[in-house]
């Protein structure tokens, strides 16, 4: 009898405009299978855990592939850099029915100049324009967001774990 784990991040996006006007969308992600291995080895083979997860922002007309990896993911999607700060911490809440989200903690871009951003990925490292960690959710947008400079992005993402028989 085969039994298979269904994972994966649901992204919740929203974009409250200059004007006013909010624009939301849910959204399930892709686990890249650098993602699939580094949870793979940690729950079963002792590798190193990661401490702090973080969010960040494409502005290419890019569609994740299973093997994107951090190491290609700045140059290949085009990471949107024109928002205050560095990526957005992922803070997490308690594990609750195989489930973890920042929904306490929503990640939030202000951007400091128009933008056009197509989706989002969740990094180990924290840096802009990193090569290096571990990449464990990437999700293209179901339309872009276009946000002008002072738009506010938000992200709330959720992560579960379902048996499936």
């Not at 909010?22 to 590798?47: C, D, I, Q, W, Y």
């Not at 951090?70 to 809440?93: I, L, N, S």
């Not at 306490?104 to 400091?112: P, V």
């Amino acid at each position: 009898m085969k039994s298979e784990a269904q994972a994966g991040f649901t992204w919740h996006v929203e974009v409250e405009h200059r004007d006013g006007r909010v624009e939301r969308e849910t959204l399930h992600n892709l686990m890249p299978t650098e993602g699939l291995n580094h949870l793979m080895s940690v729950a079963f083979k002792g590798g190193t855990q990661v401490p702090t997860w973080y969010i960040a922002l494409y502005k290419g007309n890019y569609t994740p592939v299973p093997g994107l990896a951090a190491a290609d993911f700045p140059a290949v999607a085009h990471e949107a850099t024109d928002y205050t700060g560095a990526r957005k911490e992922f803070v997490e809440g308690s594990v609750n029915a195989g489930s973890v989200d920042n929904s306490a903690t929503r990640a939030e871009f202000e951007f400091t100049a128009d933008t056009t951003v197509y989706g989002g990925v969740i990094s180990s490292s924290p840096t802009k324009g990193s090569t290096n960690g571990v990449l464990i959710s990437a999700v293209r947008f179901s339309s872009p967001k276009v946000c002008e400079a002072g738009a506010i992005l938000r992200v709330v993402a959720a992560n579960s774990l379902t048996s499936a028989a």
